[in-house]
C-alpha cells in the first residue's frame, strides 16, 4: 500500500505560479511511476503529467506543455508539480497517483493504470 498527500494548493490570480507536493510513504517511492490528474467541477478527470520511476521519462497533457513541469526527489519520496502562467481553466482538484512500473507508456494518461491515489488538493485561478 502507498499513500499520497498533496499540498500546496490555494487561491492565485491568472498567470500566476504554484508548487505542488505530492508525499508518498508505505512502500518504496522509486518502484512507483507516479501522475498528476486533476478534475474541475461537473468533469472527467484529466492527465496533466506524468513520469517514470526514475526521472528519464516525462509526459505532459497538451493543454500545460510550456507551463507546467514534473519532477520528483526519490530519497525524499516526494513528488511535485511546478505551475506557472496559470489560467483561469487550470482551477481544479489536482491528484497525484501511483502506477507499476511495468505499464505501458501509451497507459501513462489513463487514470485507470495507477493504483494509488490522494486526497487532491485544490488549486483556484482567479482571472
Known amino acids: 500500500q502507498v499513500q499520497l498527500a498533496e499540498s500546496g494548493g490555494g487561491l492565485v490570480q491568472a498567470g500566476g505560479s504554484l508548487r505542488l507536493s505530492c508525499v508518498a510513504s508505505?512502500?518504496?517511492?522509486?518502484?512507483?511511476?507516479m501522475g498528476w490528474f486533476r478534475q474541475a467541477p461537473g468533469e472527467e478527470r484529466e492527465f496533466v503529467a506524468s513520469?517514470?520511476?526514475?526521472?528519464?521519462?516525462?509526459e505532459y497533457a497538451s493543454s500545460v506543455k510550456g507551463r507546467f513541469t514534473v519532477s520528483r526527489v526519490n530519497a525524499k519520496s516526494t513528488l511535485y508539480l511546478q505551475m506557472n502562467s496559470l489560467r483561469a481553466e487550470d482551477t481544479a482538484v489536482y491528484f497525484c497517483?501511483?502506477?507499476?512500473?511495468?505499464?505501458?507508456?501509451?497507459?501513462?494518461?489513463?487514470?485507470?493504470?495507477?493504483?494509488?491515489w490522494g486526497q487532491g488538493t485544490q488549486v483556484t485561478v482567479s482571472s
Open positions: 497517483a501511483a502506477r507499476n512500473r511495468w505499464v505501458l507508456q501509451s497507459q501513462y494518461s489513463a487514470a485507470s493504470s495507477y493504483l494509488y
Open positions: 508505505g512502500r518504496t517511492f522509486s518502484d512507483y511511476g
Open positions: 513520469i517514470t520511476s526514475d526521472g528519464s521519462g516525462i
